[in-house]
């Protein structure tokens, strides 16, 4: 089955559920990428190496 | 159908002193389950519910409860007389762990090996399962700041790889029809759970169980995929775990314990990795299994594992006779769901879990940036992209090592995954007020309800509690009570609301026992 066929297929009644918000399409998201990728420079560690290095865990499950 | 089943997930965190290497994280780990337990009503780990011989009890109790009588909040039971099957314990015989407690919203905060460990409250439905996980997080946050306060500093991270070799997971937990035959559910899982990385991968900077080769993956958990099948999780791990600890009765009931899944930021891949779980265990639950999912099958699925989380697009598993994709595996599972809810028809909540499932996969199959505000993994390499055409970087640089960990850093200040949400680029299906009154609020529709909510109500009177049990040190008694919960559907709030009606917990007691 098609993603078409399967988006107007007509399934039993769907209510619809009032508390979970519908999609926002990707081109209503309010900044691009690369407007964002400033802000996320900004909050990158400055010592981006030692940081790395020194993220050590013991194994879990 | 439905997506609807009793449900959970446990998440280990990851955590370090920044600037001490040497931090001890068992040390650590206990300060911030004793940090975030001191300012808040809790309760002791009831360790008799775990081992066999409990569980063989439990059984007992069961069978010895199995009358209409098992809670007498509900008005109907009531009228048929007769008490709980309650029994007695010595005083002093609960001995709680030093790091172990049982939260108002009924989950447990734990050390589990070298981390904090926060396990959801069972909940029935993978929305519910989003709203208790990302509690967790809060209750992390709060944890954080609880330790702060003694003058050290401790962070905390939703991930579950160090980049050195070190895997720590996240793992879901569904209640199963004992009816099932094992392997049934091992054979239609397999193919499932190899491909379903592309829906709910966090996403991963390193290939290889150390990183030893630059490159981006989609899951954080498939490199250190090492079996198709067992009961190990900390080494050799299995894409189907055979842990059979079903905390409920199990005559009737396994608990499928799901070891492979990735800690998620993203709401849309926590929500479709329970719901999409769920439905195939549903198909497999009801027998309604068409040829086109036997065909699934999968010859080398541990090589297939690794290689749909390095080429989630490029890898061809091989199933009989064909090669496929991952997409294409998951697009099968979808349309054999999609049919039957066609002919038989679904609840709402399904209804959505279908609409969502499909639209991420058509998405990924279209044009993969379009659904990045859904797609964890998506949304991750979208800005180690930037970054690293920004700077003209390769897989290599530690700047993007370090986006990797401070996406799944929890502190709101230093989280990539804070600055998208603001940027209104994170879909969320919860909303925050939800899961900030679930730090402290249980499910309504489950035993963890009257677990979270005797904690609640009678903190200094709950000697211990467990997935099935409360037991209780009530004045005036001559011994402990323990409260068997074997049914994981009751309990709920709708059965108990009359119990907590009760100022004193010995006549609560009284009424469960049928005196």
Request: hydrophobic fraction near 40%; charged fraction near 25%; glycine fraction near 8%.
């Amino acid at each position: 089955m098609s993603s078409q066929e399967f988006a107007s297929s007509s399934r039993r009644e769907p209510e619809p559920v009032p508390d979970l918000p519908v999609p926002a399409p990707a081109q209503e998201q309010t900044r691009n990428v690369d407007d964002l990728l400033d802000e996320i420079d900004s909050i990158l560690v400055t010592n981006a190496e030692s940081f790395v290095q020194g993220f050590v865990q013991k194994g879990g499950q | 159908m439905t997506v609807r089943r009793i449900m959970g997930i446990e998440t280990e965190y990851g955590l370090i002193e920044p600037g001490n290497a040497w931090a001890n994280p068992i040390e650590m780990s206990t300060q911030i389950v004793q940090g975030y337990a001191a300012g808040v009503p809790h309760a002791d780990w009831d360790y008799a519910g775990e081992d066999p011989l409990s569980d063989a009890r439990g059984y007992r109790i069961t069978r010895a409860a199995a009358d209409p009588s098992q809670l007498t909040g509900d008005p109907d039971l009531t009228a048929h007389g007769g008490g709980f099957h309650l029994s007695e314990l010595r005083r002093g015989s609960i001995r709680g762990g030093p790091a172990n407690a049982v939260l108002t919203n009924g989950a447990r905060l734990y050390v589990d090996h070298a981390h904090p460990e926060y396990s959801s409250p069972e909940v029935t439905n993978p929305r519910d399962a989003v709203v208790w996980d990302r509690a967790g997080d809060e209750v992390m946050l709060e944890a954080m700041a609880a330790v702060l306060d003694t003058g050290r500093e401790v962070v905390i991270y939703k991930n579950n790889v160090d980049g050195k070799g070190a895997s720590y997971g996240t793992h879901e937990n569904y209640l199963v029809e004992r009816s099932v035959p094992f392997h049934e559910l091992a054979h239609h899982l397999t193919p499932f759970f190899v491909t379903r990385p592309v829906v709910c991968g966090a996403g991963r900077v390193g290939l290889g169980q150390r990183s030893q080769e630059p490159g981006f993956q989609v899951s954080q958990r498939a490199d250190y995929v090492e079996n198709d099948i067992g009961l190990e999780t900390t080494f050799n791990r299995p894409i189907i775990n055979t842990r059979d600890e079903p905390h409920a009765d199990p005559d009737r009931w396994r608990r499928l314990h799901v070891i492979g899944g990735d800690a998620n930021r993203f709401d849309v891949p926590a929500y479709l990795k329970f719901a999409t779980t769920s439905l195939v265990l549903w198909l497999v639950e009801h027998d309604h299994l068409p040829l086109e999912l036997e065909a699934l099958s999968l010859s080398a699925p541990v090589v297939d594992s690794w290689g749909v989380s390095h080429e989630p697009f490029g890898h061809e598993l091989s199933t009989q006779g064909r090669s496929v994709r991952a997409l294409d595996v998951q697009r099968t599972y979808l349309d054999v769901v999609a049919r039957f809810v066609d002919r038989a028809g679904a609840d709402a909540e399904t209804t959505f879990a279908l609409d969502l499932w499909d639209a991420v996969l058509d998405g990924l199959a279209t044009d993969p940036e379009s659904v990045a505000h859904q797609v964890e993994w998506v949304a991750k390499k979208q800005l180690l992209d930037g970054l690293r055409r920004r700077g003209n970087l390769s897989w290599d640089n530690p700047r993007l090592a370090a986006l990797d960990l401070q996406w799944a850093d929890l502190r709101p200040e230093h989280s990539v995954v804070a600055r998208l949400d603001a940027a209104g680029r994170v879909r969320r299906l919860v909303s925050q007020a939800e899961v900030h009154a679930a730090r402290f609020a249980p499910p309504a529709d489950t035993r963890a309800y009257f677990r979270g909510t005797m904690v609640a109500r009678f903190p200094g009177a709950v000697a211990a509690a467990g997935w099935s049990s409360v037991v209780v040190d009530a004045p005036g008694r001559r011994a402990l009570v323990r409260i068997p919960l074997s049914d994981p559907h009751r309990g709920t709030r709708a059965r108990t609301t009359r119990l907590f009606e009760f100022e004193e917990i010995d006549e609560l007691l009284s009424t469960l026992g049928g005196e």
